[in-house]
T-cell receptor
Framework: LAKTTQPISMDSYEGQEVNITCSHN???????ITWYQQFPSQGPRFIIQ???TKVTNEVASLFIPADRKSSTLSLPRVSLSDTAVYYCLVGFTGTASKLTFGTGTRLQVTL | NAGVTQTPKFQVLKTGQSMTLQCAQD?????MSWYRQDPGMGLRLIHYSVGAGITDQGEVPNGYNVSRSTTEDFPLRLLSAAPSQTSVYFCAAGGRTDTQYFGPGTRLTVL
């Protein structure tokens, strides 16, 4: 399983763009990169997933360089409600689902 | 479409008692997993299943049993509860490309 490394915490002001980078040096060819968001007392919620280059949806963008050894989750114009823990996962469920969560990045957004 | 449901929401046990945490999904996903999350920590994988009749161990399987007799249900059994099992337990169901949907969690306290 690919091990991931993320910053433990980040602070931002409301309205700023936040970029959270995840390192996954031993990512395998079949592995996808997935980001989850977790609020206190709730289960993680899927944000975005990608395999290479750039993926964008209504809440975030995911940038993946050509070597795929890292990825960056970009949250545009964060608000107070984006305060949460963000997890980067690397894995593939083609034949098995054994996703491992790291400790995540705790994002604190203030006014 | 309820997604992933878990019961009970809260449970208090005495040391040595056994119980079963229920998890059900109505999305017809093959993959289901159980995680535990201790205060201020990330999620740790207990057991997972890639389909009915197939289960395997995750990072922290000791003290827990699972079975998967149907696609919909994936119960987690605590054989003899210990204070170290005090945690929040999350069940997840996922698809082929690692997007997993989490239940609301069961908060367990073992006295």
């Amino acid at each position: 399983l690919a091990k991931t490394t993320q910053p433990i915490s980040m602070d931002s002001y409301e309205g700023q763009e936040v970029n959270i980078t995840c390192s996954h040096n031993n990512i395998a060819t079949n592995d996808y990169i997935t980001w989850y968001q977790q609020f206190p007392s709730q289960g993680p919620r899927f944000i975005i997933q990608g395999y290479k280059t750039k993926v964008t949806n209504e809440v975030a963008s995911l940038f993946i360089p050509a070597d795929r050894k890292s990825s960056t989750l970009s949250l545009p114009r964060v608000s107070l409600s984006d305060t949460a823990v963000y997890y980067c996962l690397v894995g593939f469920t083609g034949t098995a689902s054994k996703l491992t969560f790291g400790t995540g990045t705790r994002l604190q957004v203030t006014l | 479409n309820a997604g992933v449901t878990q019961t009970p929401k809260f449970q208090v046990l005495k040391t040595g008692q056994s119980m079963t945490l229920q998890c059900a999904q109505d999305m017809n996903h093959e993959y289901m997993s159980w995680y535990r999350q201790d205060p201020g920590m990330g999620l740790r994988l207990i057991h997972y299943s890639v389909g009915a009749g197939i289960t395997d161990q995750g990072e922290v399987p000791n003290g827990y049993n699972v079975s998967r007799s149907t696609t919909e249900d994936f119960p987690l059994r605590l054989l003899s509860a210990a204070p170290s099992q005090t945690s929040v337990y999350f069940c997840a169901a996922g698809g082929r490309t690692d997007t997993q949907y989490f239940g609301p969690g069961t908060r367990l306290t073992v006295l």
